[in-house]
């Protein structure tokens, strides 16, 4: 299994629940709401595996967080963060602070984080692009995409670049900001410097938008941030790196796939990709989807990306699972 690092919130709460055992995890499922029980019931079934090694940094991380909480709840996050530097060292500490304050309620912008997306648009959308960038950087993923979706076009390239190139934002610029919005946050007072937005905060609202508002936002950052770009769709998987699958990931995907919602799809596609899935369909189906292609006639543009959208969406979902591996920029490549 990946390190630590590359280990999902909802993996490591699986691995620690394995860990744990049925009885205390029985327990803890007694406080959790429904839709997270099946979410954690989910992955711990696809849980074919974790190493000791893996098994002993969830271990150690629940333990630094929970200790890291005791003293929050003692003195705040100041007095915290004294003893997890003393106990642990400045870095571990900082990590852990960090790691923290991205699900405590002492978490900047916690008000808006309860709001509807629709309602929060209507807050935001006149908001310079950058304040827009921060607050959408505190945001889940879903939240985030759903406003990134209905940003004019011209902001919505310029919120991604911005959200991408963040860092480090300190807690008097936030405060700064939240003056502008009329909104004072309590939780702020001695808050340490907080890591929020970069490629990977971007990455997740991209692969959590629609396929056109992905489309626009990449192809602009293509123009005026080409590096940039580049390291975002590293991350990324889009319809098109179907071509970067083996023939054996590919197959296993189109078991999945709905044929109507495959030929919808194909209608949008290049050749070459349209190749190389008909290689990997029977003789039969290839020719099935073939006439389906020919005789729905012309597609709205809507219909093709909702339908690739989807079959992404599926191909998301298995590597999520380890069913199938994507290679990612040059830094995955397996070799057996």
Not at 60 to 88: M, N, T
Not at 116 to 129: C, G, V
Not at 233 to 246: A, Q, Y
Request: with cysteine.
């Amino acid at each position: 299994m990946a390190s630590r690092s590359e280990i999902t919130g909802l993996q490591k709460a699986a691995i620690l629940l394995i860990s744990l055992g049925p009885e205390k995890s029985a327990q803890v499922f007694k406080h959790l709401k429904e839709d997270e029980i099946e979410q954690l019931t989910l992955e711990i079934a696809n849980t074919r595996g974790v190493s000791p090694s893996v098994k002993d940094d969830v271990l150690d991380e629940f333990y630094e967080i929970c200790l890291a909480q005791q003293y929050i709840a003692e003195g705040g996050i100041k007095y915290a963060k004294d003893l997890l530097e003393k106990a642990l060292g400045v870095d571990k500490a900082r990590d852990v602070i960090g790691r923290l304050t991205a699900s405590l309620q002492v978490r900047p912008f916690e008000f808006i984080r309860k709001t509807d997306a629709s309602q929060l648009l209507n807050f935001i959308q006149d908001e310079h692009p950058q304040t827009i960038a921060l607050i959408l950087s505190y945001l889940s993923s879903q939240q985030a995409a759903a406003i990134v979706a209905v940003l004019p076009p011209d902001k919505q390239a310029d919120v991604a670049k911005r959200i991408a190139q963040m860092d480090r934002t300190s807690p008097d610029v936030i405060k700064e900001v939240e003056k502008v919005l009329e909104r004072k946050l309590a939780s702020l007072v001695n808050q340490d410097y907080t890591v929020v937005g970069g490629v990977d905060s971007i990455v997740d609202i991209l692969n959590t938008v629609d396929r056109g508002t992905e489309k626009h936002i990449m192809e602009t950052l293509e123009i005026e941030e080409p590096e940039l770009a580049d390291e975002i769709r590293r991350k990324m998987f889009v319809f098109e790196d179907i071509l970067s699958l083996d023939n054996r990931s590919i197959q296993r995907v189109l078991r999945e796939v709905d044929n109507n919602e495959l030929a919808t799809a194909l209608k949008g596609s290049n050749e070459d990709l349209q190749s190389v899935i008909f290689e990997n369909l029977s003789s039969r189906l290839a020719t099935m989807i073939r006439e389906d292609m020919e005789f729905m006639g012309p597609v709205r543009m809507k219909d093709v990306e909702e339908a690739q959208q989807k079959i992404v969406n599926i191909i998301r979902k298995l590597e999520d699972t380890g069913e199938i591996v994507i290679s990612r920029g040059g830094g995955d490549e397996i070799v057996v």
